[in-house]
């Protein structure tokens, strides 16, 4: 069975040099003065699924370069129609900026920072600045690569990094830690393939970790260019 949401924060705590709050909060001490640039509507302004605590954590483990990053709404399964075709007709229609995808499962609310655009590309896209997150449990889950995927294709098979496969059935992150059924409404995740903190592979915790379990409905997914 899956485990239970208080066994679940106790695994996550175990793991707390992986924290959202400690990642974020060196960021925040690190960017010093230049945190006065970020302006109240730069934390992703129109979230329907993140309360304002959780967004500041997501915002400053962000990459930030010279200035502050302006996350900007481009999809939503509360605004536009739910299905994968128009999440990437919609992303498409936007500057090929990084993106964060955000998504909500009944308590559970997690998703992905990458460095690409989400494109329907049928191959293996992102580096290692991708990394997967849950704000529920506080934890960021960087890209390490340790199990390669199963080749989806020819030119899969010669990718350098398996941070994103995107083809018109599904959002595949890394070697099934993350997947997103084509109409949105359901996915599984199993840490541990090409994203993670070091659980083993396979463990209730390393399918549960996420999403709270290996399958789970969709309630509400976002997604957010970073410019």
């Known amino acids: 069975g899956n485990l239970s949401d208080a066994?679940?924060?106790?695994?996550?705590?175990?793991?707390s040099q992986f924290s959202l709050l400690t990642y974020s909060s060196r960021r925040a001490q690190a960017l010093g003065d230049r945190?006065?640039?970020?302006?109240?509507?730069?934390?992703?302004?129109?979230?329907?699924?993140?309360?304002?605590?959780d967004a500041q954590l997501l915002y400053f483990s962000l990459p930030f370069f010279k200035v502050p990053p302006r996350p900007y709404l481009i999809f939503?399964?509360?605004?536009?129609?739910?299905?994968?075709?128009?999440l990437y007709i919609r992303s498409a229609g936007v500057e090929p900026h990084p993106q964060v995808l955000i998504l909500r499962s009944g308590s559970f609310v997690f998703g992905a920072y990458l460095n690409c655009p989400i494109t329907l590309e049928g191959r293996w896209v992102g580096s290692p600045s991708c990394f997967l997150?849950?704000?529920?449990?506080d934890l960021r889950f960087p890209y390490h690569g340790k199990c390669t995927p199963p080749s989806f294709d020819e030119v899969g098979s010669h990718a350098s990094y398996h941070c994103l496969?995107?083809?018109?059935?599904?959002?595949?992150?890394?070697?099934?830690d993350l997947v997103?059924?084509?109409?949105?409404?359901?996915?599984?995740?199993?840490?541990?393939?090409?994203?993670?903190v070091g659980l083993t592979r396979g463990s209730l915790g390393s399918q549960a970790l996420l999403?709270?379990?290996p399958d789970f409905h969709i309630d509400a997914l976002e997604l957010y260019g970073v410019m």
């Open 7 to 15: 066994a679940l924060k106790h695994l996550a705590e175990q793991y």
């Open 35 to 53: 945190t006065k640039d970020v302006k109240k509507e730069f934390i992703f302004e129109g979230t329907g699924v993140l309360q304002r605590r």
């Open 76 to 86: 939503s399964t509360a605004l536009h129609k739910p299905t994968i075709d128009e």
């Open 133 to 137: 997150f849950s704000t529920t449990m």
């Open 165 to 176: 496969y995107a083809d018109v059935k599904q959002l595949v992150f890394g070697n099934g």
């Open 180 to 196: 997103i059924q084509e109409d949105l409404r359901t996915g599984s995740s199993e840490l541990e393939g090409s994203y993670g």
């Open 211 to 213: 999403a709270g379990g």
